[in-house]
C-alpha cells in the first residue's frame, strides 16, 4: 500500500496523524510518500484506489468535508486514469520516514548513530530518564548482566557526544522523573531495562549533578507525558519517534514541517515543566 499524506505546520493535525497512523505503520506493509513543494490547501484532493478493481474519489474546499460528493467509480476505465493520476503525483513525491519493524534496538542504535549524534540542539521527550545519563558504575552493571547488548560502548559514545563535548549545543530532556508506578528502568532502543528504586535514586542524582555541571544540558520534569511514544530530535537533521507498546517499531523522519512542528511541540511542553535543579 502506498500512501501519500498531506504535511503542513499545523501541530494539531500533525499530533493526529502521528497517533491514528504509527499504529497502522507497524503493522502493514505501508510505503508513506508527501509532496515536497508548496500547495494553496484550497481544493484537496482525496482517492482511494483498490488496483484493477474500484476507486473512491472526492473533493473538498479546505478543511471543510461536511456534505462533500464521494463518487464509487468501478468502470475500468476509469479506474485505470485514476491509477495514471495518482502514479504521476507520487513521482513529484518523496518518502515521509523511514518505518523500522525488525531488530528494533539494532535499528535504533543504528539510526542514533547515523542520524541523530551531530551538530545541532538535541531534545528528548520519554516517560523513562535517558539510558546515558545514569552512572557509570550502573552502566557497568548493566553491561555485565546484558553482555550481548553493546549497552557500555553506546552509554559512553552517546555520553561523551551528547554531554560532555556539547559545550557548543544544547540538550534538552523532557522526562518524568516523579513516579516509578510502571517500574523503574531506561530503555535502550525498544527494550525495556529494569533496575531498582535505588538504582533510579542513583541515576536522579547523577541528573542532578550532570545538569548542574554543564550549563547546556538541561533536564525537565512533567507527569503529562505518553508514555507510548518517545521523541529523540536533533532539530536541524532528523527526528525518531519510537512506539513502546504493540505494535512495537520505530519511525525516522527528516521532513522540515514535521521536525518544526514537533520542535514547537517538545518546547511547548518544556515552557510548562519543571526545571529538575527545582524540584
Request: proline share 3%; glycine share 6%.
Amino acid at each position: 500500500m502506498t500512501i501519500v499524506h498531506n504535511v503542513s505546520r499545523n501541530l494539531d493535525e500533525m499530533m493526529k496523524a502521528i497517533e491514528q497512523w504509527l499504529p497502522l505503520y507497524m503493522v502493514a506493509d505501508i510505503e508513506p510518500y508527501y509532496y515536497p513543494k508548496v500547495k494553496d490547501g484550497v481544493y484537496r484532493r482525496t482517492i482511494f484506489i483498490a488496483k484493477n478493481i474500484s476507486a473512491i474519489s472526492s473533493l473538498s474546499v479546505g478543511d471543510n468535508t461536511n456534505g462533500i460528493l464521494n463518487c464509487l467509480i468501478e468502470d475500468k476505465k476509469a479506474v485505470r486514469a485514476l491509477e495514471t493520476e495518482f502514479d504521476r503525483y507520487l513521482s513529484l513525491c518523496k518518502p515521509l520516514f523511514e518505518i523500522k519493524k525488525d531488530d528494533l534496538t539494532g535499528n535504533y542504535l543504528k539510526l542514533y548513530e547515523d542520524k541523530i549524534i551531530g551538530e545541532g540542539d538535541f531534545y528528548y521527550m520519554g516517560a523513562y530518564p535517558t539510558f546515558y545519563t545514569m552512572p557509570e558504575g550502573l552502566a557497568k552493571n548493566i553491561e555485565s548482566k546484558y553482555p550481548d547488548r553493546g549497552f557500555l560502548d553506546l552509554y559512553n559514545f552517546a555520553r561523551n557526544e551528547l554531554i560532555f563535548s556539547s559545550t557548543n549545543k544544547a540538550l534538552s530532556e523532557l522526562v518524568n522523573l516523579s513516579t516509578g508506578k510502571e517500574g523503574y528502568g531506561v530503555y535502550f532502543g525498544n527494550e525495556f531495562i529494569e533496575y531498582s528504586k535505588e538504582d533510579f535514586l542513583d541515576h536522579l542524582a547523577e541528573i542532578k549533578n550532570l545538569s548542574r555541571s554543564f550549563s547546556n544540558y538541561n533536564v525537565y520534569s512533567s507527569e503529562n507525558i505518553n508514555p507510548n511514544i518517545s521523541i529523540l530530535m536533533r532539530e536541524e537533521r532528523g527526528v525518531i519517534i519510537e512506539r513502546r507498546k504493540e505494535p512495537f517499531g520505530i519511525l525516522y523522519l527528516e521532513e522540515e514541517n514535521l521536525r518544526s512542528a514537533l520542535s514547537y511541540y517538545i518546547k511547548r511542553k518544556i515552557s510548562v515543566a519543571k526545571n529538575i535543579n527545582r524540584l
